[in-house]
């Protein structure tokens, strides 16, 4: 299936000339400080941090619900940008998942 994507810089592309970077997932875990605390506790907010960087870098969800994406146009100009997405529709979406106005700017495939 193929469809089209919105690139800042060169405009509607073919979804061939991109590769998909994964979802929105926010910031990173912060790190426990280490050197404020005793060993134990140190100990204890290290492995929860550990715990924390491993979810979010492991565990995704793929849900059939308009989400941010990155996406990476590399058959283009090569920049790295985040845009709205339907998984189950492959349309492009307003930010929070609202269908963007008209055929041509909600992503469909027109051509």
């Known amino acids: 299936m193929t469809f089209r994507l919105t690139c800042p810089v060169c405009g509607k592309r073919d979804v061939y000339e991109f590769t998909y970077g994964g979802p ?6 912060a790190e426990a ?15 929860a941090a550990a715990e924390a960087h491993f ?4 565990f995704r969800m793929n849900r059939p619900e308009p989400q941010e ?19 189950a529709t492959n349309r492009e979406t307003a930010p929070g998942g609202a269908e ?5 700017a909600s ?5």
Do not use: I, K, L, Y
């Not at 058959?75 to 845009?83: E, H, P």
């Open 100 to 104: 963007a106005a008209g055929d041509e």
């Open 69 to 87: 994406e990155w996406w990476h146009h590399g058959a283009g100009c090569g920049v790295w940008f985040s845009t709205w997405r339907d998984p």
């Open 107 to 111: 992503g469909g495939d027109s051509s």
């Open 24 to 29: 929105e997932r926010g910031p990173r875990p």
């Open 55 to 58: 979810r979010w870098a492991q």
């Open 33 to 47: 400080d280490q050197g404020s605390a005793p060993e134990a506790a140190a100990g204890a907010n290290s492995a």
